[in-house]
């Protein structure tokens, strides 16, 4: 049997970010949620989603995720693995990085 995946949103820096994981536990730390084993889609060549690659450079090498209680929406534990996203907050749309674009000229 596999391990079971868990979708884990919760806040940060004002945006809502829902990523997946293999483990979610009380923590050491009084307060704390340990999340590990993060789980990415894995694509070669062209970037499918920016959003998912961006979450993969901030916490792609992280072993464990150590989530205030308090900053924790849900965690749910799902059957397979969706979209992993970063929302706004306030308004609940995707935030997506754009390219930087050369300044205008004056």
């Known amino acids: 049997?596999?391990?079971?995946?868990?979708k884990v949103t919760f806040l940060n820096a004002g945006k809502v970010y829902e990523i997946y994981a293999?483990?979610?536990a009380s923590g050491a730390l009084w307060g704390f949620t340990?999340?590990?084993?993060?789980?990415?889609?894995v694509h070669d060549g062209?970037?499918?989603?920016?959003t998912e690659e961006r979450l993969r450079d901030?916490?792609?090498?992280?072993?464990?995720?150590?989530?205030?209680?308090?900053?924790?929406?849900?965690?749910?534990?799902v059957?397979?693995?969706g979209q992993s996203?970063?929302?706004?907050?306030?308004?609940g749309e995707k935030v997506v990085t754009p390219f930087?674009?050369?300044?205008?000229p004056r």
């Open 1 to 6: 049997m596999s391990k079971p995946l868990y």
């Open 22 to 24: 293999r483990t979610v």
């Open 34 to 41: 340990e999340v590990s084993e993060l789980v990415f889609d």
């Open 46 to 50: 062209v970037v499918i989603d920016p």
């Open 58 to 77: 901030e916490f792609g090498n992280t072993r464990a995720l150590h989530l205030p209680m308090h900053s924790i929406v849900r965690i749910e534990e």
């Open 79 to 81: 059957e397979r693995k």
């Open 85 to 91: 996203a970063i929302r706004d907050a306030s308004t």
């Open 100 to 104: 930087p674009l050369p300044a205008k």
